[in-house]
């Protein structure tokens, strides 16, 4: 049975920082893919950033170019978020999501698995 779960969540002010972890159990990914979204209250479900173990340059979502940077160990059963400059609209529940296809997307229909969520919350 294929898990995930989510670490490293909490209170922050804001142009803080804070490192998600997010660690899978029951199968390795490396030949797959991992990323992360968020869900803040009222709001659909947003990608935030991919990896894969394929060579691809991670996938990050606009509003988070230059202040998170995901990152996996080499065995594919662990991905990093690691977030800097943190502004209050990055308050959200923070998903962790892997599939078994390689290619990166930020379309969350097409991931496999789900973590349950890791609070992120930046006070202003």
């Known amino acids: 049975q294929v898990r995930l779960v989510e670490s490293g969540g909490g209170l922050v002010q804001a142009g803080g920082s804070l490192r998600l972890s997010c660690a899978a159990s029951?199968?390795?990914?490396?030949?797959?893919?991992m990323g992360w979204f968020r869900q803040a209250p009222r709001n659909k479900r947003e990608f935030v950033a991919a990896?894969?173990?394929?060579?691809?340059?991670?996938s990050y979502a606009d509003s988070v170019k230059g202040r998170f940077t995901i990152s996996g160990d080499d065995a594919g059963k662990t991905v990093y978020l690691q977030m800097i400059s943190l502004e209050a609209e990055d308050t959200a529940v923070y998903y962790c999501?892997?599939?078994?296809?390689?290619?990166?997307?930020?379309?969350?229909?097409?991931?496999?698995?789900w973590g349950q969520g890791t609070q992120v919350t930046v006070s202003a």
């Open positions: 999501a892997a599939r078994i296809n390689w290619r990166l997307t930020i379309y969350s229909t097409y991931y496999d698995y």
């Open positions: 029951g199968r390795t990914f490396s030949g797959g893919s």
């Open positions: 990896i894969n173990w394929s060579g691809d340059s991670p």
